[in-house]
């Protein structure tokens, strides 16, 4: 005789079979099928860390992670808007706001959480030739003869170890030396940024006077520490590239000197479907937060050798069991949510 099915259990079944938000580790009879998620980030490789750091909660709560991916920053934006990836750490706001907007903006994208709130950038330099010569501005070097003094090529002109092609700190650098009137007396060194600077830190140990764009958290401030090694130099004024200003306030004062780049955020950039079809995973992005001084350890830590994935994986298990009960408490938020 042939057995009837009620409609109500084909229903529930459909749903179940379409069911996106995975079971947590705690509660896995609810389904055998995992979500898999996918995400990069750049060649900074201190993003691995925190990439990391936000997989193991993903993977947590139920996720397939997928091994990340490198790409630099356009890119990986519109890899993001194109459904190609799912999310990414490295959404260092407001300087890549531009990026974000040229993907798609929030019509394909949306930002959540914040991944570390004090981000600070700035221009440094040695300790001993700013006393010497009472350098405190970065407009004393439209001076040759201050200019000189950080020529390493000699060509006569400075030799500032600036970003990437690409980054959003590039096209700050590239504004300021129009906006400042450095270009006779200033060139912007560009390639790998971490080989550079690990140049200049050699040169400064051979007693080199050394000029370098720094970012922080990152390794340079736990190697040059600032006041001790190095001094920031401050800005005649503030002039930010007209992309950038507009997604700002116009702030970029850090214990009172302006240092001429706005304060960073760096929070998570998501594909707008995954985010809405995925709440636990918009929940887990929404509170996991990592201090910038755990970065600069980190950052450290790869700088001294140890850089191959299995040993950035190893921290970021390290960091999570130091600090296990805010980790656990939100997991315990997001699966709730």
């Known amino acids: 005789m042939k057995r ?42 201190e993003e691995h860390f925190q990439t990391e750091i ?5 993977e947590k709560l139920g996720y397939e992670v997928e091994t990340p991916k490198e790409i630099e920053y356009p890119a990986l934006y519109i890899s993001l808007a194109n459904g190609e990836l799912d999310y990414s750490i490295v959404y260092y706001y407001p300087g890549h706001k531009e990026f974000f907007e040229n993907a798609g903006g929030e019509d394909k994208l949306e930002a959540v959480g914040t991944i570390t709130a004090d981000g600070t950038q700035r221009y ?7 006393e010497q010569h009472n350098i405190t501005n ?50 912007h060194d560009q390639g790998q940024y971490t080989a550079l600077l690990a140049n200049s830190v050699t040169r400064y140990k051979e007693g080199e006077s050394v000029f ?44 009172g000197k302006n240092l001429g780049f706005p304060k960073t955020e760096q929070r998570i950039a998501t594909n707008k479907q995954f985010l809405a079809e995925n709440p636990i995973a918009k929940s887990w992005f929404e509170l ?9 350890e980190e950052s450290l830590r790869i700088k001294e050798g140890e850089n191959k994935p299995e040993d950035i994986r190893r921290h970021a298990e390290e960091w999570v069991e130091k600090n296990q009960d805010l980790f656990n408490s939100w997991l315990e938020k997001a699966r709730n949510q």
């Not at 390794?219 to 001094?231: H, M, N, S």
């Open 4 to 45: 009837t099915i009620p409609l109500f259990v084909l229903l529930t079944s459909s749903l179940i079979a379409c069911q996106t938000t995975p079971p947590s580790e705690d509660n896995t009879s609810q389904s055998t099928q995992k979500v898999t998620v996918r995400t990069a980030h750049s060649s900074w490789i």
């Open 124 to 130: 440094q330099i040695d300790r001993k030739t700013a």
């Open 138 to 187: 970065l407009e004393q070097l439209k001076d040759p003869k201050i200019a000189q003094l950080f020529d390493s090529d000699g060509d006569g002109k400075a030799n500032l170890v600036g970003c990437n092609p690409g980054w959003a700190c590039e096209s700050i650098i590239e504004h300021h030396l129009d906006a400042y009137e450095l270009r006779d007396t200033v060139e």
């Open 212 to 255: 370098f764009y720094a970012y922080n958290p990152h390794w340079i401030g736990a190697t040059l520490k600032p006041e001790e090694d190095v001094v920031w130099l401050e800005v005649p004024f503030t002039d930010l590239p007209t992309k950038i200003a507009e997604n700002m306030e116009k702030d970029t004062l850090v214990e």
């Open 288 to 296: 996991v937060q990592i201090p910038a001084k755990d970065i600069n």
């Open 54 to 58: 936000v997989k193991i909660g993903l």
